[in-house]
């Protein structure tokens, strides 16, 4: 039946006007706008004008959102970052298209990239040197336009063009050759480069930089350091500044106060991010004494919520000799000040959702489950405890929907499951009604490929002939054929108020949510005489946690009934550490604290734990605490570990709609549902009485 439906959307398709644009005055069709549009900006990009293709790849993709090559724009603007000597806009446009298009076929490449901004190694590509890994200073390039890697034999020919070239142009010109070639180089090849060039070489400073930035961002600061002093020494060009800020992050990195802890946070900048940070002052106000008057001392640094800013504020607070950072809290600067902490040696407890932080480093830790730990989660429990094997999803059209739907739909399959039905809206969507009747086969195309809804609409069609009296007859006779339903469940990935206005839709299209409802069900059974019902259990995320879902004023109430989601904090939470943290928050600030004053105040309390009990004298040791913590932390989000990755281990909050309430329960115990069942007898037939519910 889907598959004539498809069918059926091609052929309307297919007799679409075609979509046109005005391209330098011309109206052409909208593909062919994108296409000279995108072969501009390549154009920009092989003659070496890496900022300006940069530009132009932005412009594709704000004119040219629905093209076909859209998705390859991404990934070619971030590819012209790196060549402009932008890394952290170009780490920001990968973060983005990793996170927000999971989908795309330049997530492979994207990740690759990202990986050598990072300095982490790439799998595939081989010539390092031992110890050093691919990447440091952010100017990798893709293998997409110059493949890395040669052996280093493009490299060495750089590097002679430079040698050999006389003063002047010709000699600069062959210098910005050899910076482009050095930037796409791997480590190991720069190893040997720098081995082999004579120190008075025109081309050995340029190449001891980029092996001292590599060397920094690894963790080596002796050697980084010592050829840092030897660029400086031997060198007259611009290096000289790099070298310098080379030494400045190392003696940056070897003050170090015990009892100092540093806090990166959005002061200023977006209202919105400035209200995040004070909610995270709030909760950490609980645990350290923000006024300097306890022995553990806090510094407070502004990130303005940029990357750029985020970065620089680590590198102030390690240079004031911060032990260890909290913060920051945001999905674009956390990627870049975990970063930068790596490279400084600084351990840092990151707030930030952006996946992949603490694959920057082993300095690099997380208090803050991710979206995607939360799908992987449900689904492993639908899967295996609630026994559910099929699964519709209902996603918005939001970076936030892609997300949770990709990873929900990877661990189903992961767990041998099977996604039945998908359909996706547009976020201010108010009317769900023809997305639903797609999920069940309840369209008028559907409807049309039913045999006996064809006899019957005939048979009205001829015996009917009063218009008004014909159209209500129609009317009842599809409002009689029963929904297809084959799945089990149904994953929504969006927020209450959206949820208000889904679940009754759903209800309306004769689909039983409320299968832990004995009494309902009985009814249910006898109005439509059927013992073999199929309940589909409703599925949701922390957006679910909200009091406006179950506000019996809104009408939705019953309509989520035995509905199961997750949370990363419950202040409703029976739990001993959670509770205490609650009182004592409303008890301070008159209000109920959520789930980013939670994690902020527990990780608060796991540096000030560190610092109590096991008084690390230098950076390595605060973050071998932080690596090795055998005893949990009692927090407020739950009893917190880390694990190999440095991603906080913390059970979630799982959560039930219970009559109108929200309720917690224990996921390892009973489910507080029936586990989910096809029916065990023929659903009723398309002449049988509807369902109601």
Not at 586 to 603: C, K
Not at 631 to 641: I, L, R, S
């Amino acid at each position: 039946m889907r598959a004539l439906r498809v069918v059926a959307v091609a052929l309307v398709l297919s007799c679409t006007p075609k979509r046109t644009v005005v391209v330098d005055g011309r109206t052409v069709a909208y593909e062919d706008g994108a296409l000279q549009k995108f072969t501009r900006a390549k154009s920009l990009f092989t003659a070496g004008q890496f900022e300006t293709a940069a530009s132009a790849y932005a412009d594709f993709l704000e004119e040219f959102a629905d093209s076909d090559l859209t998705e390859e724009a991404r990934f070619r603007r971030a590819q012209a970052l790196v060549k402009a000597g932008q890394p952290q806009q170009a780490q920001s446009a990968l973060q983005d298209l990793l996170e927000h298009h999971p989908g795309s076929p330049f997530k492979r490449q994207a990740a690759a990239e990202l990986a050598r901004l990072q300095g982490r190694p790439v799998e595939g590509e081989t010539g390092t040197a031992a110890g050093v890994e691919p990447g440091g200073n952010g100017s990798q390039t893709s293998a997409a336009y110059e493949p890395p890697g040669d052996g280093g034999a493009g490299l060495r020919a750089a590097a002679k063009a430079v040698e050999s070239a006389s003063e002047g142009a010709d000699r600069e010109a062959r210098l910005q050759e050899y910076g482009v070639v050095l930037e796409s180089a791997l480590a190991g090849e720069v190893v040997k480069l720098v081995a082999e060039l004579d120190k008075r070489s025109a081309a050995w400073a340029p190449a001891a930089l980029k092996l001292a930035r590599i060397q920094l961002h690894t963790g080596d600061r002796a050697h980084a350091s010592e050829l840092a002093a030897d660029i400086l020494a031997n060198s007259s060009g611009a290096e000289l500044n790099g070298a310098r800020e080379v030494q400045r992050s190392i003696n940056a990195a070897a003050q170090v106060k015990p009892l100092l802890i540093g806090i990166a946070l959005p002061l200023s900048g977006e209202p919105v991010m400035k209200g995040f940070s004070d909610q995270v002052l709030n909760a950490v106000a609980l645990v350290l004494d923000l006024q300097g008057r306890g022995a553990v001392q806090v510094e407070v640094k502004d990130t303005r919520g940029e990357p750029d800013a985020a970065a620089e504020a680590v590198e102030e607070l390690a240079r004031d000799g911060a032990i260890a950072i909290l913060g920051p809290i945001g999905f674009a600067e956390g990627p870049a000040a975990a970063a930068r902490a790596q490279q400084l040696g600084v351990p840092m407890i990151s707030l930030s959702r952006a996946e992949g932080i603490t694959a920057m480093g082993s300095y690099v830790f997380r208090d803050m489950p991710t979206s995607s730990a939360q799908a992987k989660a449900l689904a492993d429990y639908a899967s295996k405890k609630l026994g559910a094997k099929t699964f519709g999803i209902l996603q918005p059209d939001s970076s936030y929907g892609d997300e949770l739907a990709k990873d929900f739909w990877d661990a189903l399959d992961a767990n041998g499951s099977e996604v039945r039905a998908f359909e996706h809206y547009p976020v201010r969507t108010t009317t769900f009604k023809p997305f639903i009747q797609r999920m069940v086969g309840r369209t008028a195309f559907d409807l049309s490929a039913r045999r006996e809804f064809l006899a019957d609409a005939e048979k009205i069609a001829s015996d009917i002939k009063d218009p008004y009296r014909r159209r209500k007859a129609m009317a009842q006779l599809k409002s009689q054929q029963a929904p297809i339903v084959d799945f089990d469940a149904l994953f929504i990935p969006d927020g209450a108020r959206t949820i208000r206005l889904i679940a009754p839709a759903v209800a309306a299209e004769d689909v039983i949510t409320s299968g832990c409802d004995t009494k309902e069900i009985e009814v249910i059974k006898k109005t439509t005489r059927n013992d073999a019902l199929r309940t589909v259990q409703l599925l949701g995320t922390s957006l679910w946690d909200s009091s406006d879902l179950v506000d019996e004023r809104a009408g939705a109430a019953r309509y989520v009934q035995c509905s199961i989601f997750v949370d990363v904090f419950f202040p409703q939470s029976d739990r001993p550490a959670t509770r205490k943290f609650v009182e004592q928050f409303d008890s301070t600030y008159h209000r109920v604290p959520g789930f980013l004053e939670a994690h902020a105040h527990d990780a608060a309390g796991i540096l000030r734990r560190a610092i109590e009990e096991k008084h690390p004298g230098s950076r390595e040791q605060m973050r071998d605490v932080l690596a090795s913590m055998t005893k949990a932390y009692e927090g407020a989000a739950g009893d917190t570990t880390f694990d190999k990755d440095r991603e906080a281990k913390k059970a979630f909050f799982w959560l039930w709609i219970n009559r109108g309430n929200i309720q917690e329960f224990d996921p390892e115990g009973n489910p507080p549902v029936p586990p989910t069942a096809a029916p065990t007898a023929a659903a009723p037939g398309p002449t049988d009485a509807k369902p109601a519910h």
